[in-house]
């Protein structure tokens, strides 16, 4: 298997879009303001292929295998999240949208991991530990010591991937009225 990790570009929005709203579920609703699979779909490939916002394509890497996207990793840095959300609120202002509430997801000293998903028929293939590995790398190039994710409490399988990537739980964290773990990992 030889999967590559690269920045993701606005042409892999057919294959990025569904990875997102399989890990986000209703999140995607909000953030795009719609309420059916078909509206979401469309208002999220417009957010990724825009370059202003925490679902661009500009943040998003996705790892491949002879050029089918098998896994996605959306990463920014809690300091570019309150422009990008800031933009975003604005954005579902124009569209008239029902929420306009968008929840901080991470501290400023943090590069923080939104999204990471890996299509169905290539689980259980390490891929998102790659994608997992790739952030941790990313963040020490970039400078920070830190690097957060949240995980909904009741997703234990996925909270002990993190952990033993060496992610601890340091707070608990609201996204949408949902509890969630904050988890850090430090360098």
Known sequence: ???TIRQAQPQDAHAVIPLIIDAIGEIANRLTGEQTTEAVEQE??????????RHSYLNTFVAVENEQVLGILVYY???????MDANLVKWLEEKN??????DKEAHEDEYYIDTIC???????????TLL????????QKRGYSKLSLNV??????????YERMGFVITEPWSIID?????MVKQF
């Not at 949208?97 to 968008?102: L, N, W």
């Open 97 to 102: 949208a029902p929420s306009v509430i968008i």
């Open 44 to 53: 999220l490939t417009v957010l990724f292929k825009r370059e202003d916002n």
């Open 118 to 128: 890996v299509s169905p028929e290539a689980r259980g293939k390490g891929i998102g």
């Open 152 to 161: 909904e409490t009741e997703k234990k399988d996925a909270r002990r991937l």
């Open 132 to 139: 997992l590995q790739f952030a941790l790398e990313e963040t």
């Open 178 to 182: 949902e509890p969630f773990h904050h």
């Open 1 to 3: 298997m030889s999967i």
């Open 77 to 83: 840095n809690g300091v570019e999240a309150i422009q």
